[in-house]
């Protein structure tokens, strides 16, 4: 509905918009297709107005679509122009976003060390802005890293850390994560205690 009122209005922002969050939704379905074709369009869009912040957006969450559907070198192409565009433009909640998310295309590549410079830069400008929710994930991803380079304590360390900002946010979901990831460091380092 919102799409077709943009449309009636001749508001080409708020069809970009409109688009991308039909793509979104796609995307939390798993209907990888769909959200992709909804996504260029929105793009598209986005690239005849020339609006840098929202081109990044586009290209963030087709990143995201594309990761989920195992295309990695196209997901980290996304990102990566996704992030130059945040850094043209000064975009800090942005670059924190898309940096966290070049940071699981390192992990899932394997390549721990990448990953965890990636995210501290994330959380650098996560921290800086105050998102707090942002700094909780990025958190999570680093300590869950730390854990599969054997540095047990440092992983216990920094879920904790994330654990005690997610306590204060109400998500559950999130939270869930934390403690699933710090029960797996106890683990392998024979606490089971905790």
């Known amino acids: 509905t919102g799409h077709a009122l943009f449309e009636l209005a001749g508001d080409a922002r708020g069809v970009a918009s409109s688009l991308d969050d039909v793509g979104k939704v796609h ?15 929105s793009l598209e869009i986005r690239r005849e107005l020339g609006d840098l912040r929202s081109i990044a ?12 559907s195992g295309r990695f070198d196209q997901a980290q192409e996304a990102f990566t122009e996704a992030l130059h565009l945040r850094r043209e433009i000064g ?11 070049l940071g699981t295309i390192h992990e899932d590549h394997g390549d721990h060390e990448r990953a965890i410079e990636v995210w501290q830069e994330a959380h650098e400008y996560a921290t ?9 994930v990025i958190l999570t991803n680093l300590g ?17 850390r994330a ?3 997610s306590a204060t946010l109400g998500d559950r979901i999130l939270e869930a994560e934390i403690l699933r990831g710090l029960a797996k460091a106890h683990m392998l380092q024979k606490d089971i205690s905790q």
């Open 91 to 101: 975009d800090r909640p942005g670059m924190a976003q898309t940096l966290n998310n």
């Open 163 to 165: 654990e005690e900002i």
């Open 57 to 68: 957006l586009s290209q963030n969450n087709l990143g995201l679509v594309y990761q989920d």
């Open 128 to 136: 800086g802005v105050g998102d707090r929710m942002r700094m909780a």
């Open 27 to 41: 995307w939390m379905r798993g209907a990888y297709e769909a959200a992709e074709r909804f996504m260029r369009r």
């Open 144 to 160: 869950e890293a730390k854990y599969r380079q054997g540095k047990l304590d440092e992983a216990i360390a920094t879920l904790g």
